[in-house]
């Protein structure tokens, strides 16, 4: 069996991460959408959060599960016996950063290959800090996330303030 991990902060999940999950999906038997536990990020969402949501948006895939680790993105494929990272590229400023964490995990885990999917032209500018930046000054999200998030960010930004 074939499986990939495809990590992630998803502070929250967009319609941008939901076209690679899909397509990471179709490549793979199994593909687990991992909540990485960054310290060093202030989150919107707590973990726990961010998975409930991701398992809600992901429930019509029946080969795609959710998880969460600390530490090394690498470690946490190995101990998965993952076959490859997923990471989607929007632009070329995506690409030095990506570029040198493939090349040290590979260092770290060379039977790990990082395999990146670029990224369909009409969500190349969404990110989870836009989507949280608009939703904050009240600004519509709808065509940005689906709307179980935009719920929960209206949520956020309007019932608890
Ligand atoms: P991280 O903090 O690890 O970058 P993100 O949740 O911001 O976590 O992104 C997770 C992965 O999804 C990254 O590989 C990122 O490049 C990718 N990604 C984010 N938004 C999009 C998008 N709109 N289209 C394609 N890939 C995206």
Redesign the pocket.
Known sequence: MRLAIY?????PV?N??L??IERAATLFDRLIVAV?MNPGKKPLFTVEERLQMISEVTRHFDNVTTDSYKGLTVNFACEKNAKAII????AIS?FENEFMMALTNKKLKPAVETIFLM?RAE??F???SAVKEVASFGGCVGELVPPLVQKRLRDKYINEN
């Open positions: 990590p992630g902060s998803f502070d967009t941008g991460h076209d690679i990485s990471r989607g590229l929007r995506d990224t969500y190349s969404i990110s989870s």
